[in-house]
């Protein structure tokens, strides 16, 4: 279970490492707009605020990286939890107010991850 419970974290990584890419980067481009349902003017209007948005994408990458690689396997699961929890937290709160499918593409994954990180720790 422990593998399994670090490799969906490693996925919650990634999913993010791609969120901030399309933050920072993507976000005028055709494939940031179409990510996120934009227009090419509201886009190009927002692009410093989703920057920025981005730039938090990238510290929940950097804590879930660190709780993959941390050596003392305590610390490492608290980190887990906490970083786990960040990106539950806000796919809950991006589903109330932004739009329902980040519940699907952020809190639910997020949620699955936690509960294997419980798991395989024995709750």
């Not at 410093?48 to 510290?59: C, P, S, T």
């Not at 879930?64 to 809950?92: M, R």
């Amino acid at each position: 279970m422990l593998i399994i419970s670090s490799f969906l974290v490693a996925l919650i990584a990634l999913e993010h490492v791609y969120i901030m890419l399309l933050e920072m980067v993507l976000w005028t481009s055709p494939s940031g707009r179409r990510a996120f349902g934009m227009s090419a003017e509201m886009a190009e209007k927002t692009k410093v605020l989703a920057a920025n948005q981005g730039l938090y994408n990238g510290f929940l990458v950097a804590g879930l990286c660190w709780s993959l690689i941390h050596p003392d396997t305590l610390f490492a699961y608290q980190l887990k939890l906490f970083f786990l929890g960040c990106v539950l937290v806000a796919g809950i709160y991006g589903g109330a107010t932004a739009s329902r499918k980040i519940f699907v593409i952020q809190a639910l994954p997020a949620a699955l991850a936690l509960l294997a990180v419980l798991f395989a720790r024995g709750l």
